[in-house]
């Protein structure tokens, strides 16, 4: 397998890009380290927001070692039950995450769920809590988004934009080419490459733009929760579009559509019209 990967219109050229590192005789898996490193910014970020809002660090620390678990068991769920007929036949692959194979939207949906309880048992509004851990998570998401460039996976069609991307053919999944990406695959030094958009890395930079937006707007909120709110408006317009560009997209059993647009088209609309309430009710309010 040939371990280069090209961005051909911005002159950027990796040499031997690989899956795992050894370490003491045990292989782990880039994709994990990446997606703790995101986990543990995360988690920076939402503690170094509660100290500047007055609120205990210690409280996104407890949050975190749950809503961590939650969020990965709901991702690999999600993940599962829309690639059911991958996972039916050899049940054991379920547990195997090395090569990837986490839904967000099913991590998201578990964190919502989980910040909930713990809100609710700890005495503390949810909304709060959600405004600061968002912050967490979506820097978790810019940075974990890199795994699948260190995968090879999550990736769109065929493109020439600036920001294209060459992969060895011989490194990617067969599931996830398409007869257009075959058409125009290239070869480079012996080795067939097919050009591709970067959907990790597009999601990664908007995911940054609007983590940096929410971080201006952070104390201009009319509400507790809005913060959040925006976000999950904010991922949403930006997944449906990025989304749709993917070729390994997760379908809906019988309509055969995407099933990120869908749930990110949802939450969008919820979310605004959440929004727009929430403002209204609270107009004049500090």
Known sequence: MDYNINFPNLHIYLEHVGKNINIGGFTIAYYGIV??????????????????????????????IIAIICSLIGARIYYVIFRWDYYKGDILKI????????????????AIITTFTFAKVKKIPFGRLCDTAGLGLILGQIIGRWGNFFNREA?????????????????VRSSDLTEDLL??????????????????????????????????FFNKRKFEGEVFLWYLAGYGIG???????????????????????????????????????????????N
């Open 95 to 110: 547990i195997n995450i090395r090569e990837g194979g986490l839904a967000i939207y099913g991590g998201v949906i578990a």
């Open 239 to 285: 997944r449906f579009w990025i989304e749709s560009l993917r070729t390994d997209q997760l379908l809906m059993p019988v309509i055969g559509y995407p099933v990120s647009m869908a749930v990110a088209a949802t939450l969008t609309v919820v979310a605004v019209v959440w929004i727009i309430i929430g403002r209204k009710r609270n107009t004049g309010k």
């Open 35 to 64: 997606i703790a490193i995101g986990m543990l910014a995360g988690l920076a970020i939402a503690c170094h927001k509660a100290r500047q809002t007055g609120q205990d660090p210690d409280t996104y620390f407890d949050l975190a």
């Open 183 to 216: 058409e125009h695959t290239v070869m480079i030094n012996g080795v067939t490459y097919i050009q591709v958009h970067p959907t990790f890395l597009y999601e990664s930079l908007w995911n940054l733009a609007l983590l940096i937006l929410l971080l201006v």
């Open 155 to 171: 990736f769109g069609g065929y493109t020439d934009n600036l920001l294209a991307m060459q992969l060895p053919l011989s490194a």
